[in-house]
Nanobody
Framework: QLVESGGHSVQPGGSLNLSCAVS????????IGWFRQAPGKEREWVAL????????YYAASVKGRATISHDNAKNTIDLTMNKVKPADIATYFC????????????????WGQGTQVTVS
């Protein structure tokens, strides 16, 4: 099970911190990441982490501004993003899959309910 938190209103240029709490049997879901969907747009990937290797992957739109991390103690996948742009405003979802870290949302079967990031 994946439960997102941390969505809030943010000003352009500000920062956001999202957290995805992972529970249940995660032995077969090594790749966990963040996706987002803005109104009227398709869901897109933001950042992924392979919890076995520690490898991280970032979409070009957030590279250099976002950091994804796996907190082993809390079993959370955290996303920090700085210099937020209007284009970053969306509902953010956490998703998990086993195997390689695909960047297509269609490759993921396990999803959280999402957390909304709005502009203030």
């Amino acid at each position: 099970q994946l439960v997102e938190s941390g969505g809030h209103s943010v000003q352009p240029g500000g920062s956001l911190n999202l957290s995805c709490a992972v529970s249940g049997d995660t032995s077969s879901t090594n790749c966990i990441g963040w996706f987002r969907q803005a109104p009227g747009k398709e869901r897109e990937w933001v950042a992924l982490v392979d919890t076995r290797s520690g490898s991280t992957y970032y979409a070009a739109s957030v590279k250099g501004r976002a950091t994804i991390s796996h907190d082993n103690a809390k079993n959370t996948i955290d996303l920090t993003m700085n210099k937020v742009k209007p284009a970053d405003i969306a509902t953010y979802f956490c998703a998990a899959r086993g195997g390689y870290c695909a960047n297509s949302p269609q490759e993921y079967r396990i999803w959280g309910q999402g957390t909304q990031v709005t502009v203030s």
